[in-house]
């Protein structure tokens, strides 16, 4: 069964701090791994996004690893604001599921002033 | 840019009613996905469209159904509602069948009393 575990369940860090968030997946065969934001009650945004040929991908503050060997994923956020509290949801695709997502249960970071 | 819209963006029946929830995708994408997201709940896949045809199936209930129309909206038709429906609806949609990326509504918000 594909399944995406992430950790931890919840994080809080205080402002300009920064933060790594893990995800572990289980889909296969791999066709991609994204990164989302997701704030309450809205619609998630994408940060990045990963194929199996690449292990690092950024977006502003934001960097994505993937080691596609292991299975694993991190999201770093560099100088954390308060604006970055959200929920981050990992997402993985796999090859032959007509790009059906399989999503993580996320992690709900709270960046404190 | 245009991103992909929403109607309505909150929506109460009661039990035993019908819903329809409406998705306009990004100009130019032929492929459109329903999501559901229970309260505190990982997103779930229901249903998608590719060119006006139904692509894959998720854990769409049988009370519900949806298409895709020629101008590639897409609608969600839900009846005989259940307090178990009440979630956040999410429509995505991409530009081919295998792209990559989808990109998300800001969700409708449907509460069932």
């Not at chain 1, 933060?19 to 990164?35: A, D």
């Not at chain 2, 929830?21 to 505190?40: A, E, M, N």
């Not at chain 2, 199936?57 to 009370?63: F, Y």
């Amino acid at each position: 069964k594909n399944q995406v575990e992430q950790s931890p369940q919840s994080l809080i860090i205080l402002e300009g701090k920064n933060c790594t968030l893990q995800c572990n997946y289980t889909v296969s065969p791999f066709s991609n791994l994204r990164w989302y934001k997701q704030d309450t009650g809205r619609g998630p945004v994408s940060l990045t996004i990963m194929t199996f040929s690449e292990n690092t991908k950024s977006n502003g503050r934001y960097t994505a690893t993937l080691d596609a060997d292991t299975k694993q994923s991190s999201l770093h956020i560099t100088a954390s604001q308060l604006s970055d509290s959200a929920s981050y949801i990992c997402v993985v695709s796999a090859a032959n599921a007509g790009n059906m997502l399989t999503f993580g249960g996320g992690t709900r970071l709270m960046v404190k002033p | 840019a245009a991103g992909v819209i929403q109607s309505p963006r909150h929506l109460i029946k009661e039990k035993r009613e019908t819903a329809t929830l409406k998705c306009y995708p990004i100009p130019r994408h032929d492929t459109v996905y329903w999501y559901q997201q229970g309260p505190g709940q990982d997103p779930q896949f229901l249903i998608s469209f590719y060119e006006k045809m139904q692509s894959d199936k998720g854990s769409i209930p049988d009370r519900f159904s949806a298409q895709q129309f020629s101008d590639y909206h897409s609608e969600l038709n839900m009846s005989s509602l259940e307090l178990g429906d009440s979630a956040l609806y999410f429509c995505a949609s991409s530009l081919g069948r295998e792209s990559y990326e989808q990109y998300f509504g800001p969700g409708t918000r449907l509460t069932v009393t």
